[in-house]
């Protein structure tokens, strides 16, 4: 059963199964009452097809449900300026609930540091929670240090509404 479309809720959209993985392990953090208003995307194959996706098929969704925040999850695969090129793709409407993530390289090389995707996700969700930076100021997930804080203005109480 999906989110009830008129309460806050959060889209996660990845761009393969590693980063699926990683937002899973982060919905492993929320509590049952929460647990429905944070959905995990089909990955779209591809951090181009990412934002093909969400400009084809999610834009439409957020001006219809005003509630809606998505999350952009991919690979920056080492490349400056892709964060700027993502946020081409956002209308200035939807700048404020539009959120652009992912490892600095790929998810794989997090790994080594942090341990299963589950794992990562759920630190990332602890972080998020506790307004801390121990997974965030990883060195391959530190560039998201700006959509982090933008995230948890936006997101953070209604996925943890107790924090």
């Avoid at 990845?14 to 208003?37: I, M, T, W």
């Amino acid at each position: 059963m999906g989110a009830n479309k008129a309460l806050p809720h959060v889209h996660v959209l990845p761009e393969d199964d590693a980063n699926r993985q990683l937002a899973k392990g982060f919905s492993l953090s929320l509590d049952e009452s929460v647990s429905r208003q944070f959905q995990v995307l089909n990955p779209a194959g591809g951090w181009t097809k990412v934002l093909e996706r969400f400009k084809s098929d999610h834009v439409g969704g957020m001006d219809k449900y005003q509630n809606r925040f998505l999350v952009l999850l991919f690979d920056f695969d080492g490349v400056e300026g892709r964060l700027e090129k993502a946020e081409g793709y956002i209308p200035a409407h939807l700048r404020d609930r539009v959120f652009v993530l992912g490892a600095w390289t790929e998810p794989e090389d997090l790994r080594n540091d942090l341990g299963s995707y589950e794992a990562i996700g759920e630190a990332a969700a602890k972080d998020c929670r506790e307004e801390t930076s121990r997974a965030w100021g990883h060195t391959l997930l530190k560039h998201n240090a700006d959509e982090v804080r933008r995230l948890r203005e936006h997101v953070r109480l209604i996925l943890f509404p107790t924090a």
